[in-house]
Nanobody, 121 residues
Framework: QVQLVESGGGLVQAGGSLRLSCAASGIIFSISAMGWFRQAPGKQRELVERITSNEITVYAESVKGRFTISRDNAKNTVYLQMNSLKPEDTAVYYC???????????????WGQGTQVTVSS
């Protein structure tokens, strides 16, 4: 099984910064994309930013210019640098990986347990 372990969430004032990390472990054959989603209370889970193994990124317009995703393929780790945080960024942030584990014939999504990010005004 593939496990995703997140770290780096917390409480920060508006305008501040946080850096999230997510490491994938387990019987991983390959991971084609890793990224972050978030879910605020009463809202659906939404994509924040995602990066493929060849460095192609997609992101939500709401985080453009403020958040930066990066990836260490050798370590199966993804990072999210969040700057100029706003109260509306408050949510549980979930790490996501799309890949194949050894013994499987198809790729699937894997999810972390989530880390809380709270931005105070």
């Amino acid at each position: 099984q593939v496990q995703l372990v997140e770290s780096g969430g917390g409480l920060v004032q508006a305008g501040g910064s946080l850096r999230l990390s997510c490491a994938a472990s387990g019987i991983i054959f390959s991971i084609s994309a890793m990224g972050w989603f978030r879910q605020a209370p009463g809202k659906q889970r939404e994509l924040v930013e995602r990066i493929t193994s060849n460095e192609i990124t997609v992101y939500a317009e709401s985080v453009k210019g403020r958040f930066t995703i990066s990836r260490d393929n050798a370590k199966n780790t993804v990072y999210l640098q969040m700057n100029s945080l706003k109260p509306e960024d408050t949510a549980v942030y979930y790490c996501n990986a799309f890949g194949i584990q050894y013994g499987s014939t198809s790729a699937r999504d894997y999810w972390g347990q989530g880390t809380q990010v709270t931005v105070s005004s």
